[in-house]
Nanobody
């Protein structure tokens, strides 16, 4: 069970910080990732982070603008979104990986949280 929050309406060039709080006892043992689904598009991986935070991966479209982080004591995953663009408009979701270092593509999951809406106005 996860709860995503922090979304909202922001102007192009602005920033947001998303949070994902997980109730899973395995949070600290697995990689986690942020995904997003824009209107009319398939869900995609945005960023992922290993169980201890030492390995991160980003989609090319967000590299240099977004930063993923985690607080294992709080069972919380974060995504800092900077220099936002209209193409970042989407519902953002978090989900856990199946290993300590990576997360799978979105079609591997059968469950999702409610997500948090991010809208960027140009």
């Amino acid at each position: 069970h996860v709860i995503e929050s922090g979304g909202g309406l922001v102007q192009a060039g602005g920033s947001l910080r998303l949070s994902c709080t997980a109730s899973e006892g395995t949070f600290n043992e697995l990689a986690w990732g942020w995904y997003r689904q824009a209107p009319g598009k398939e869900r995609e991986v945005v960023a992922s982070i290993s169980w201890n935070g030492t390995i991160t991966h980003y989609a090319e479209t967000v590299k240099g603008r977004f930063t993923i982080s985690r607080d294992n004591e709080k069972h919380t995953l974060y995504l800092q979104l900077n220099d936002m663009k209209s193409d970042d408009t989407a519902v953002y979701y978090c989900n856990r990986g199946f290993t300590r270092t990576s997360v799978p593509p979105p079609n591997r999951f059968s469950w999702w949280g409610q997500g948090t809406q991010v809208t960027v106005s140009s």
